[in-house]
């Protein structure tokens, strides 16, 4: 069974740095395109960040200050949140698909590509 387990929420000030991790087990996770996003109450879920088929993609909102990157030794990917901001705050998500249904993909891929989704980790930013 596919899963992706988030973790490495939690509370920091403005200005604070947080890394969320996302651990998959029950697929190939090499072959697989993985991405971040987040979600507000009462907003749409928004692509935080991406990494498919050699692409790295931020939202403009994150540029600069977030970097993801992936360990395939440990089957994880990280988002490492740099200079927090109020407005940062959500449930972060991770989500899969394998990669080679995004070989035309451009940009960031839509949340609906994705096949498999972890539960979500709270970030909450301090002003």
């Known amino acids: 069974e596919a899963q992706l387990l988030v973790s490495g929420g939690g509370l920091v000030q403005a200005g604070g740095s947080l890394r969320l991790s996302c651990a998959a087990s029950?697929?190939?996770?090499?072959?697989?395109?993985i991405g971040w996003f987040r979600q507000v109450p009462g907003k749409e879920r928004e692509g935080v960040s991406s990494?498919?088929?050699?692409?790295?993609v931020y939202s403009d909102s994150v540029k600069g200050r977030f970097t993801i990157s992936r360990d395939n030794a440990k089957n994880t990917v990280y988002l490492q949140m740099n200079r927090l901001k109020p407005e940062d705050a959500a449930v972060y998500y991770c989500?899969?698909?394998?990669?080679?249904?995004?070989?035309?993909?451009?940009?960031?891929?839509?949340?609906?590509?994705?096949?498999?989704w972890g539960q979500g980790t709270q970030v909450t930013v301090s002003s």
């Open positions: 029950g697929f190939t996770f090499d072959d697989y395109a």
């Open positions: 989500a899969a698909v394998p990669s080679r249904l995004l070989s035309r993909m451009v940009g960031f891929p839509p949340d609906y590509e994705y096949w498999y």
């Open positions: 990494m498919y088929n050699g692409r790295i």
